[in-house]
Structure formats: C-alpha cells, structure tokens
C-alpha cells in the first residue's frame, strides 16, 4: 500500500527548494571575463620586451643601474598572461615569472599577480586595473609582514612605466624599483 507524502513533507520539501533557489542569486556574483590577453596593458606587454631602470636594494643603498629582458604571451587560452624574464641590476641578477588573471565582478576589473624568482620568492599579488587610466595597482602581504606595493602604468606610445615599492611591518621603505619596459626592436 502506498502512501501519499504528509503536507509537512510537502511543506519541507518547497521550503528547501525555495531556499536553495532563493539563495543562489546571492551565492553566484555576477561574473564577467575577458581573456588576459584582451587588458590593453597586457596586449602592451605581449613579445620581447626590455626595462632599463633602478633598483635601491636599500633605504640609504646607492641605486644600481641594471635592466631585464622578458618575453610576456597568454597562456591558457588567453585565460592568464605571464612573462618570463631576467634581471640585472649592479650585482643583482635574477630570472623571473609574472602570472596574471583579470577578473571584472560587480564593476570591479579585480586582478591576481604571482610573481616567482630565483632568489626564492613566492608573492601573490592582487588589485584593481583602471583601464580608463591604464592603471594598474597591486598590493602583497610579505612573509615578514611587510607589504609590497606595484603600480603599471600604460603610456600612449604603447610602454609601460614600473614603479614597485616594499616596506617593512612598520611601513618604513625597504626596496624600491622603478623602470620603463618598452618593446624590443
């Protein structure tokens, strides 16, 4: 014999599904994505690339000269875009990677930086990107509990001006790094 389902049931069921189905537009932010790839300062930053520039490795450090070469494309279906390089500054040489991820949610342009280098550092970044200003800002907690601060931004002739600062827990300056990466020829 069978039985037929107790209102309460019934009851229970609807209220579930209407949770679950009421709460799912909360749940699920709108998201919006262009590729990596298609950010007019990535698009800057696509092919051989060189930076000319200095590196104060201190606060009262004498600054070095140096430059780097890099080599910036998407990967992942355009999803990512990296650069690998090299730097030499004075005695500092060192080779790099840089990750990004461009994300826009609730009108925000959100992205997501990695950077890796052979001296042993691990940071990942995260900002916003002013694409009005060709701005683009990022921000990393450090593991000594400093911060680091970069800022890229896009010149009209297509290069990119780097200005990168670090501090130390108590927001004295530590490092600064300031370049021009332009197209190689």
Do not use: H
Request: glycine content about 10%; charged content about 15%.
């Amino acid at each position: 014999m069978r039985t037929r389902p107790t209102l309460s049931y019934v009851a229970i069921c609807c209220l579930i599904a209407g949770l679950v189905g009421g709460t799912a537009p909360l749940i699920a932010q709108p998201t919006t994505s262009r590729a990596a790839a298609e950010i007019p300062i990535f698009r800057s930053l696509a092919g051989n690339r060189v930076e000319q520039g200095v590196l104060i490795p201190a606060p009262n450090a004498a600054p070095l000269q140096g430059s780097a070469k890099s080599v910036g494309q998407p990967i992942l279906g355009g999803l990512w875009f990296q650069i690998d390089g090299s730097a030499s500054y004075g005695p500092a040489r060192w080779d790099y990677r840089w990750m990004f991820r461009f994300i826009e949610r609730d009108g925000q342009n959100s992205v997501f930086g990695l950077y890796i280098d052979s001296m042993g550092q691990k940071l990942e970044y995260s900002g916003q990107y002013d694409e009005s200003a060709g701005l683009l800002q990022l921000t990393c907690k450090l593991p000594d509990g400093g911060v680091s601060r970069a800022q890229l931004t896009l010149s009209p002739d297509g290069s990119v001006q780097i200005e990168n600062a670090t501090f130390d827990p108590a927001e004295n300056p530590a490092v600064r790094y300031s370049a021009k990466n332009v197209a190689l020829p």
